[in-house]
């Protein structure tokens, strides 16, 4: 029996199980408020080439806007993940709520610098960065049994707001202007989130979180001989590796559209769906994580979007592009939470509350590099193929060092 079998078989039959009708509720609260809060970054990209165009600057600056949040994202979680282990995700997820908004007014007031600062400081750093990851931590803290589902369910907040959001998005900017539906989105985002923080997110199971953290965490398991830092290194560098080339088609899809072509209401569309099925297929690699393991799941999930993204240089046409954003969707989906699944299989549970925020911040740096990268190339070439193959080429190096690290896990 390999370590990862034994350790779960260990943990089970030391502790009983936290798990309960309960812990779905919290895990559905939790998904309502990410389906909430990732519907602000998207007008961004809905609206990517309005954007540019008003404030008359290449597509890389509305990009690197949108591109920032996820660098605020993991770089504020880094702080306010250790906040909410001590004041209650409660708090800092309204705290979070109101900062997003904020940003959306500032952003929505003023030229570029103001669109990036906005972005970057409020709705990324002070704002996500008090939400999605340290939620995603606390949901980790009612599970033992079936942790990757319910990571997987939360996680796929980010994809019900984008099957929701960008045609209601599409329509506002349409006839309001960007700047006044980027303004009501970040007031309904805030209005949304409070009700469900303060009736939705109770203290998880043991009182504190530290002390829950530590009896729900099965036995770590290593990777070969390899020690824990050099395994958390390695996690950290594959995560930017898949992020990278993960960021370009949410980010520039609604913008690749116009210029063949497509309605931007249609590109809206595309985005949906690609959203849409990242939402249906994230349950099935929630489920194969907590069957197979974290590291397994992650090779498989990159090994789908390599194969997907290199779609995006095939076709031009509108049902192939249709096709291709589906498979990506299908794709890529369950990286994210099989991540987080290895990182509780591979480091003590009391450790979650740090390493799981330090390793989004490596990831969400790739996801800030692929959406500016993907539209600096594009400046650049006045095409996304170049964008697309470079993605392609970070996605490969993600599953060499996924790969080895799998191997030398099954082997041992």
């Not at 392609?392 to 993600?398: A, D, M, P, T, W």
Request: proline share 5%; with cysteine.
């Amino acid at each position: 029996m390999s370590d990862l079998a034994h350790g779960r078989a260990g943990a089970t039959a030391a502790t009983p199980s936290v798990e309960s009708a309960r812990s779905w509720a919290v895990a559905f609260a939790v998904l309502a408020i990410l389906t909430c809060s990732y519907g602000a970054p998207l007008v961004v990209s809905v609206g990517l080439k309005d954007i540019a165009a008003d404030l008359g600057s290449a597509r890389s600056v509305p990009a690197l806007a949108g591109a920032m949040v996820w660098m605020g994202f993991g770089l504020g979680a880094i702080g306010l993940g250790w906040v909410a282990e001590r004041v209650g995700v409660r708090w800092t997820t309204l705290f979070g709520a109101a900062m997003m908004a904020a940003g959306m007014a500032l952003s929505a007031t003023g030229g570029g610098w103001l669109l990036v600062i906005g972005h970057a400081l409020l709705v990324g750093m002070l704002g996500g960065g008090a939400i999605n990851i340290p939620l995603t931590v606390y949901v980790t803290r009612w599970f033992d049994r079936r942790r990757g589902s319910a990571v997987a369910l939360v996680q796929s907040g980010q994809y019900v707001a984008g099957t929701l959001w960008p045609a209601i998005l599409a329509l506002g900017i349409a006839t309001l202007g960007w700047r006044a539906t980027m303004m009501w989105t970040g007031l309904v985002v805030m209005v949304a989130i409070a009700p469900i923080a303060l009736l939705g997110l109770p203290a998880p199971p043991g009182g504190t979180l530290p002390a829950a953290g530590a009896a729900a965490g099965p036995v770590p398991v290593r990777v070969g001989t390899l020690s824990r830092r050099a395994t958390f290194a390695l996690l950290c560098v594959a995560g930017f590796l898949c992020c990278t080339p993960m960021a370009m088609p949410a980010t520039h899809l609604v913008a690749l559209c116009s210029d063949l072509g497509i309605a931007p209401a249609r590109g809206a569309t595309m985005l949906s769906v690609l959203l849409g099925c990242a939402f249906l297929s994230r349950q099935f690699w929630g489920w194969m994580a907590d069957r197979v393991g974290g590291l397994s799941t992650i090779l498989a999930g990159s090994v789908c979007q390599a194969a997907a993204i290199s779609g995006f240089l095939l076709t031009q046409d509108e049902i192939g592009l249709f096709a291709v954003a589906a498979a990506f969707g299908l794709g890529f989906s369950g990286i994210i939470p099989a991540y987080v699944v290895a990182l509780r299989e591979l480091f003590p549970a009391s450790e979650a509350s740090w390493r799981v925020p330090v390793w989004f911040f490596t990831n969400l740096c790739g996801m800030t590099l692929g959406g500016w990268l993907a539209g600096h190339l594009y400046d650049q070439t006045a095409s996304y193929a170049p964008a697309f193959a470079t993605g392609v080429v970070f996605n490969l190096g993600n599953i060499a060092v996924i790969g080895w690290m799998a191997l030398r896990q099954r082997r041992r």
